[in-house]
């Protein structure tokens, strides 16, 4: 069962940038499909960004196409969300998920597995 830690939330100032990180523990991270959401305070989580487990297929919320952009390096078994032109719209605690042999999910019913969660705070 594959286990998965976040990193790199934090405060930024709108405008700024932040690299989010999510390394997982299964030395077959090659074989997961990897999404990140994100849940604002008060509010459902939401679906922010998808990579399939072959690295090809990507997807994107409408609110951060063109700012954010996912990607995997299987060697570290990690996957990344940059995050650019933050804005304060973008606070929420960020989740990243993992499904076997995936697509660039967006639904999250598609993950199996889960991280903790990391804050990512913008300030105005």
């Known amino acids: 069962q594959v286990q998965l830690v976040e990193s790199g939330g934090g405060l930024v100032q709108a405008g700024g940038s932040l690299r989010l990180s999510c390394t997982a523990s299964d030395g077959t991270f090659r074989n997961y499909a990897m999404g990140w959401f994100r849940q604002p305070p008060g509010k459902e989580r939401d679906f922010v960004a998808a990579i399939s487990w072959s690295g090809v297929s990507t997807n994107y919320a409408d609110s951060v196409q063109g700012r954010f952009t996912i990607s995997r390096d299987n060697d570290k078994n990690t996957a990344y969300l940059q995050m650019n032109r933050l804005k304060p719209e973008d606070t929420a605690v960020y989740y990243c998920?993992?499904?076997?042999?995936?697509?660039?999910?967006?639904?999250?019913?598609?993950?199996?597995?889960w991280g903790q969660g990391t804050q990512v705070t913008v300030s105005s």
């Open positions: 998920a993992a499904a076997r042999f995936g697509a660039s999910y967006v639904r999250s019913e598609n993950y199996g597995y």
